[in-house]
């Protein structure tokens, strides 16, 4: 109950980069958590994980893309739309490897969101 809260409190207070950061944080979460359940035999773990992580994909990170900013973000909508695409057959036929497949494609597009946030960090200390 308390994380709940913390996580309500940090998203109400939480600018647009923290909050798309936040979905980074969650898909990866969700990735790992499917991982786990596929090695434990946890059906259920697995479903309601790789399900989150289509979620949080398909409704968080494609939804909050301005389709019209140009061609990256048609590059990243196409890219999400792949990865759903990819964790939902992972879902069905339990393949740990689709599941870290998406993770590879997506970790330097996490890092480059993260590093975004550091940039006006680096240009204020010069």
Known sequence: MYRKVGLETDVQGASPHRLVTMLFDGVFDAMSQARAGIENGNTELKN?????AVRILDEGLKASLNLQAGPLANDLN?????LCMRLTKANLHGDIAAIEE???ILTPVREAWTAIAQAPEVLRAA
């Open 78 to 82: 196409d890219l999400y739309a792949y």
């Open 102 to 104: 998406c993770q590879r």
């Open 48 to 52: 309601r994980s790789l399900s989150r």
